[in-house]
């Protein structure tokens, strides 16, 4: 079993900055593929960034310039840092996984959820 965690969420202030841990913990053999996704009130959940295993990232337009993603491979973290925070950053932050088990299954995960409020 594999369980994703994050934390880091919080309040913050426009032109703040916060950032976002995802820890993986279980039975795992490797992570591949991992992206910071977010949802707000009333909206569908939308992609933030990806960063793949060997370091390769990829921003939403909205983020492009403001957020860095990037992961520590021993720790089994990925890392969402978001510099120059705006109200419409406000949403629920999940993390989602591809991970390959000890036992050689490959399947999709996510987490919990942690809550960003950007307002003055």
């Known amino acids: 079993q594999v369980q994703l965690v994050e934390s880091g969420g919080g309040l913050v202030q426009p032109g703040g900055s916060l950032r976002l841990s995802c820890a993986a913990s279980?039975?795992?053999?490797?992570?591949?593929?991992v992206g910071w996704f977010r949802q707000a009130p009333g909206k569908q959940r939308e992609l933030v960034a990806t960063?793949?295993?060997?370091?390769?990232?990829h921003y939403a337009n909205l983020v492009k310039g403001r957020f860095t993603i990037s992961r520590d491979n021993a720790k089994n973290t990925v890392y969402l840092q978001m510099n120059s925070l705006k109200p419409e950053d406000t949403a629920v932050y999940y993390c989602?996984?591809?991970?390959?088990?000890?036992?050689?299954?490959?399947?999709?995960?996510w987490g919990q959820g942690t809550q960003v409020t950007v307002s003055s």
């Open positions: 279980g039975s795992i053999f490797s992570i591949y593929d």
């Open positions: 989602n996984a591809d991970v390959k088990s000890e036992w050689g299954h490959r399947d999709n995960y």
């Open positions: 960063i793949s295993n060997s370091g390769n990232t």
